[in-house]
């Protein structure tokens, strides 16, 4: 998880929430499962808002029934 601890000590937000948004984009992809996880591990609001998003977005581009089969839970 060095992408995630390595955006996670970013100090400037708007370079964090374009770097989240692009690590989860990746992961949700890869792991989907495990990126919508680690998103709903931060403090809710905007960036953890972002990154589920992100995640998601990447697991549909992938696996579009499975995501949609999610989100409808």
């Not at 929430?17 to 996880?37: F, N, S």
């Not at 809710?44 to 972002?50: F, K």
């Amino acid at each position: 998880m060095a992408g995630w601890d390595k955006v996670n000590r970013m100090s400037n937000l708007s370079e964090r929430l374009e770097a989240m948004t692009a690590l989860m984009l990746g992961w949700g992809k890869r792991d989907p499962r495990t990126a919508v996880e680690k998103a709903r591990s931060l403090p809710a609001g905007a960036m953890q808002n972002q990154a589920l998003g992100a995640a998601c977005s990447g697991w549909a581009s992938q696996q579009p029934s499975q995501a949609a089969d999610w989100a409808r839970q």
